[in-house]
T-cell receptor, first 112, second 114 residues
Framework: NAGVTQTPKFRVLKTGQSMTLLCAQD?????MYWYRQDPGMGLRLIHY???????AKGEVPDGYNVSRLKKQNFLLGLESAAPSQTSVYFC???????????FGPGTRLTVL | GESVGLHLPTLSVQEGDNSIINCAYS??????FIWYKQESGKGPQFIID?????DKRQGQRVTVLLNKTVKHLSLQIAATQPGDSAVYFC?????????????FGTGTQLKVEL
């Protein structure tokens, strides 16, 4: 049982490039979340999903898109990366009927 | 919007002492609170949680206290160990619909001195 995993662990992009971050969970959780973490700030919610095939915007969704085609995977896409998107990205998941979110190890993204 | 905040950005304690990390919240509608520990280069790790119908909950070496009157949450770590060195976050859930979203504080750095 690996819990929540994220790939890649590190990535450097140039402004305007695109990429996709993958989050996978093997706990059969219905809910999945994408956050970004910046120095001096708390985790901020980008997008989330309440189940396969559904997504919703969080606090800071601009510049990001997501997809949840399979229950175990939640993808975060950057279509045209900007330096302001330099951050550490965390994925989390939660089982229906509970409140605790379980986090992955994070992806450190640098946009030059 | 309402937010969750922490009183102290850094807390230094001697090994073996008890640690107390504080958190203020401003949303009286929040019904669930949670503490996470984040070690350098890792993701947040669940420590303990508490619902608004409780004022105290204990785990292994950790205790969370909730004072709804003053909207204050604290995490107590007994006999602090070097492995407790990390950033600690509190978070709240308002309990409304839409994915059970958590609002996070900025974190407190706990440093354990030998």
């Amino acid at each position: 049982n690996a819990g929540v995993t994220q790939t890649p662990k590190f990535r450097v992009l140039k402004t305007g490039q695109s990429m996709t971050l993958l989050c996978a969970q093997d706990m059969n959780h219905e809910y999945m979340y994408w956050y970004r973490q910046d120095p001096g700030m708390g985790l901020r919610l980008i997008h989330y999903s309440v189940g396969e095939g559904t997504t919703a915007k969080g606090e800071v969704p601009d510049g990001y898109n997501v997809s949840r085609l399979k229950k175990q995977n939640f993808l975060l896409g950057l279509e045209s990366a900007a330096p302001s998107q330099t951050s550490v990205y965390f994925c989390a998941s939660r089982r229906t009927g509970t409140d605790t979110q379980y986090f992955g190890p994070g992806t450190r993204l640098t946009v030059l | 919007g309402e937010s969750v905040g922490l009183h102290l950005p850094t807390l230094s304690v001697q090994e073996g002492d008890n640690s107390i990390i504080n958190c203020a919240y401003s949303n009286s509608a929040s019904d669930y609170f949670i503490w996470y520990k984040q070690e350098s280069g890792k993701g947040p790790q669940f420590i303990i949680d508490i619902r608004s119908n409780m004022d105290k909950r204990q785990g292994q070496r950790v205790t969370v206290l909730l004072n709804k009157t003053v909207k204050h949450l604290s995490l107590q770590i007994a006999a602090t160990q070097p492995g407790d060195s990390a950033v600690y976050f509190c978070a709240e859930n308002m309990g409304t619909g839409g994915g059970n979203k958590l609002t996070f504080g900025t974190g407190t750095q706990l440093k354990v001195e030998l």
